[in-house]
């Protein structure tokens, strides 16, 4: 089927769109699942999880707490999805691994600065981007590489086939570019991800979901067709990371190979998944992938601390749904969320999908059951806290101008490619031309962040009862 022909069959409207298909998505979908390992209905799920990845701690009264994965991985078991996966404990990712993006002067900083001798690296933490978001807390280094060994060994099992779907909640960590820490993470194990599975793979697709840009990922692939990256998030030019305007598209031979799609303050169920699942079918149809990345952020969540859209846990998992259909090698991690109760629930009811269980919203018995009272489900009312000021022209215009973008690529890229690619570090090596490119294609965004770094974003850090919204940890 044409691009052109699978266009034609959206809606015009923000119909209901839960678990809803027409035959030209199942025809598209079966056009594109050209290699499967197992059934549709028996899929190999491989789940990473290393107890202790819980145990690190940001500081007190920052937003980003690991003990989040331990709730996840607690609920998981207590509704017996464990038994539905292959369950393995990772190993950390070595040195030379996360050099094969990050600079070494950089990961030479992480590995030797501590709590106890982070004066004497003051002078460097401006040029890291160390701070009060990014701090130096105890274990640092060992928590990147309890969480990118994971996610590098998620990206093998899919790539030497024996699973085909692999599951990391502790990955997903966006925002870190190859010198610098940013947005509360320090090495972008997605990045590692990708480059594990751009050995086997022509071409991959990130999508990210997010409230927040994915902007490390989406920089590091600038300048390639290999990896196509789509990012659904919150913009307005001042919302952190300041980046994802519509017009940040790639350059040189990755331009048209970046997609943002900027929302406002607020949206809801309706809107968020007729918008996602029109952009990712035909996202899906032109770039033709044969493994996909899912980043599935809980911060745009409604309710979530930090966040300020409407979704509901199960307007989420529906994009999760929805790229699990298309029956392609997927890699699905973590991100943000921090309203830690229901990035807990949102990941397990995500786990149920990707394992084809059904779960009863009434929650099992569980070590930490008391932190979700007082009603003890898994699906809580999350949606209409904040204003949505997406209204529907908005979401059709934004909808249009999107699919615009995907008129460039004429097809799926680099057709004349290798299977198993070069050393990935050529993906590194861009001329200065091109860097200068894309850092000027990014300018606002990079001027925005400047502004932020230093100062607490205005829904960031509270300084009252609301910063233990959840139990203390």
Known sequence: ????????????????????????????????????????????????HDEQVGN???????????????????????????????????????????????????IDFLKKVTPENMNTFSKVFSRFNVGDDCPVFDGMFDFCKIYSGATIDAARKLTNGSA??????????????????????YVNDIVLGIFELLTHHPRVLYVDI??????????????????MTVSFHKYNGDFFPGTGDIDEVGSGIGKHYSLNVPLKDGIDDE??????????????NSFRPSAIVLQCGADSLGCDRLGCFNLSIKAHGECVRFIKEFKLPLLVLGGGGYTIRNVARCWTYETSILVDHEVSNDLPYNEYIDFFQPDYK???????????????????????????????????????????????????????????????????????????????????FYDNEQDVDDMEI
């Open 1 to 48: 089927m044409s691009r052109r022909s699978t266009l034609r069959h959206q809606p015009d409207s923000a119909t209901a769109t839960f678990s809803t298909r027409s035959n030209s998505l199942a025809t598209t979908k079966n056009s594109i699942a050209t290699k499967r390992v197992g059934n549709h209905s028996n899929d190999i799920v491989a789940y990473f």
């Open 56 to 106: 690190y701690h940001y500081g007190e009264r920052h937003p980003m707490k690991p003990h989040r994965l331990t709730l996840t991985n607690h609920l998981v078991i207590s509704y017996d999805l464990h038994k539905k996966m292959e369950i393995f404990q990772p190993r950390r990712a070595t040195d030379e691994e996360i050099m094969s993006f990050h600079a070494p002067d950089y």
């Open 164 to 185: 085909d779907i692999s599951i990391n909640w502790s990955g997903g960590l966006h925002h870190a570019k190859r010198v610098e820490a940013s947005g509360f993470c």
């Open 210 to 227: 997010d409230i927040h840009h994915g902007d490390g990922v989406q920089e590091a692939f600038y300048t390639t067709d290999r990896v």
């Open 271 to 284: 809107s968020y998944i007729y918008l996602f699942k029109s952009v990712m079918e035909a996202v899906i």
């Open 378 to 460: 898994l699906h809580p009312h999350l949606s209409g806290k904040v204003e949505n000021m997406n209204t529907k022209q908005y979401i059709r215009n934004l909808r249009i101008r999107v699919l615009e973008h995907l008129r460039f690529l004429n097809g799926a890229p680099s057709v004349q490619m290798q299977e198993i690619p070069p050393d990935m570090q050529g993906f590194l090596e861009t001329n200065d031309e091109e860097e200068a490119e894309r850092m000027v294609d990014s300018a606002k965004g990079k001027e925005t962040k400047e502004k932020q770094r230093g100062r607490e974003h205005d829904n960031e």
